[in-house]
């Protein structure tokens, strides 16, 4: 397998903008994370799906962020309007359980808010 | 919220030194796993151990031990003989919902 494939890599954009993050997880990993990390607050978990299902969304900081996972092999995550404070590493991440075996992580997208 | 704490935050060596990198964790379960990642410059989280709270042995791969201990709900990393790859941002990890540390930034110079 790939591993977990995540597009863009680097997204710049400008305030104001509708930004959407793109995550193919690892084929027949039941459970999908999304994390932002920053300097400022490290790696937090955003929101987190199980067989496609959203079970924890409250790490979502504000209703400016929504995520979506339509089938087992994608999932996205969307920021509209986004804002410089947005600017930060999205990864997303898969597994086959809910922790008892190990998240593999995409190599992440850098979003940059102007 | 259960907590990763990760106090150093950053630990700085020369080549060839030992270190050590804590971790203490908090949790209500009764049985949990524990997982340490590497975050080279290149940025990507690469996973490096896992271990379940039923086993507390110690455990050796190369340069690198872990040390898990329940009493104290602490698991340490240790590498031997530190090189230059190994500077990277490391991170400690519980379930299970990975919940991650701040990580320790690990400088290793030549």
């Known amino acids: 397998d790939a591993g977990v494939i995540q597009s863009p890599r680097h997204e710049v954009t400008e305030m104001g903008q509708e930004v959407t993050l793109r995550c193919k997880p690892i084929s027949g990993h039941d459970y999908l994370f999304w994390y932002r990390q920053t300097m400022m607050r490290g790696l937090e978990l955003l929101i987190y799906f199980n067989n496609n299902v959203p079970i924890d969304d409250s790490g979502m900081p504000e209703d400016r962020f929504s995520a979506k996972m339509p089938n087992a092999s994608f999932s996205t995550l969307k920021i509209q309007p986004s804002e410089p404070r947005d600017s930060a590493v999205y990864f997303c991440?898969?597994?086959?359980?809910?922790?008892?075996?190990?998240?593999?992580f995409g190599q992440g997208t850098r979003l940059t808010v102007v | 919220a259960q907590k990763v704490t990760q106090a150093q935050t950053e630990i700085s060596v020369v080549e060839k030194e030992d270190v050590t990198l804590d971790c203490v964790y908090e949790t209500r379960d009764t049985t949990y796993y524990l997982f340490w990642y590497k975050q080279p410059p290149s940025g990507e989280l690469v996973f490096l151990i896992r271990r379940n709270s039923f086993d507390e042995q110690n455990e050796i791969s190369g340069r690198y031990s872990w040390n898990f201990q329940k009493s104290t709900s602490s698991f340490n990393f240790t590498i031997t003989a530190s090189q230059v790859v190994d500077s990277a941002v490391y991170f400690c990890a519980r379930s299970y919902i990975p919940t991650f540390g701040r990580g320790t930034s690990l400088i290793v110079h030549p």
């Open positions: 991440a898969s597994s086959r359980d809910r922790g008892a075996t190990e998240a593999f």
